[in-house]
Antibody, heavy 122, light 108 residues
Framework: QLQLQESGPGLVKPSETLSLTCTVS??????????WGWVRQPPGKGLEWIGT???????YYNPSLKSRVTISVDTSKNQFSLKLSSVTAADTAVYYC??????????????WGQGTLVTVSA | EIVMTQSPATLSVSPGERATLYCRAS??????LAWYQHKPGQPPRLLIY???TRATGIPPRFSGSGSGTEFTLTISSLQSEDFAVYYC???????????FGQGTKVEI
């Protein structure tokens, strides 16, 4: 059964770079039908799509975050990663990694990690 | 950029009642719409994709309808485990982007 697990620091200082990794287990990240995405939820707010990557390296970003976001993939480790630069308190959120199934209409996020809280504070 | 608007923000219902949630897109998304259920402390759960297809393991009391700009999620008879926040999400296929609505909280 496919599982996703986020990992990374839970506390980041303002102006620094937030870095998270998602480890995929129980299946391969190198499948043409699946893309891999990041979603976040600030405290008390709704869900926000951050960006998505394919194992081939194709990436797609939320236009509102594009200038600060980099998503990469490491197929040898079955992982993909998120970097968000120049963070502020507004970037405090629970960050989820998830799988997009491009074999389904609307390419939905059908499998999710448990999420990890990242707090931006000095 | 396509904006997704959900209504109402909060829906107060009793167990056994029917709940109807709405999602409107600022422009047509054809049937490229999904619905998710989100409970505190858990990841979101995919309920519906392609506007009306239930995801694997989702009970038939959940149904989706609509196309273009107007979509509906109906829970035919609310169970205690259905009290949660529900999000719609559209998919734009080029360039690929996904946008969530702001959510509807279904409460007792």
């Amino acid at each position: 059964q496919l599982q996703l697990q986020e990992s990374g620091p839970g506390l980041v200082k303002p102006s620094e770079t937030l870095s998270l990794t998602c480890t995929v287990s129980g299946g391969s990240i190198s499948s043409s039908d699946y893309y891999w995405g990041w979603v976040r939820q600030p405290p008390g707010k709704g869900l926000e799509w951050i960006g998505t990557i394919h194992y081939s390296g194709n990436t797609y970003y939320n236009p509102s975050l594009k200038s600060r976001v980099t998503i990469s993939v490491d197929t040898s480790k079955n992982q993909f990663s998120l970097k968000l630069s120049s963070v502020t308190a507004a970037d405090t959120a629970v960050y989820y990694c998830a799988r997009h199934d491009f074999g389904l209409a609307a390419a939905p996020l059908d499998i999710w990690g448990q999420g990890t809280l990242v707090t931006v504070s000095a | 950029e396509i904006v997704m608007t959900q209504s109402p923000a909060t829906l107060s219902v009793s167990p056994g009642e029917r709940a109807t949630l709405y999602c409107r897109a600022s422009e047509s998304v054809t049937s490229s719409l999904a619905w998710y259920q989100h409970k505190p402390g858990q990841p979101p759960r995919l309920l519906i994709y392609g506007a009306f297809t239930r995801a694997t393991g989702i009970p038939p009391r959940f149904s989706g309808s609509g196309s273009g700009t107007e979509f509906t999620l109906t829970i035919s008879s609310l169970q205690s485990e259905d009290f949660a926040v529900y999000y719609c999400q559209q998919y734009n296929n080029w360039p690929p982007t996904w946008t969530f609505g702001q959510g509807t909280k279904v409460e007792i």
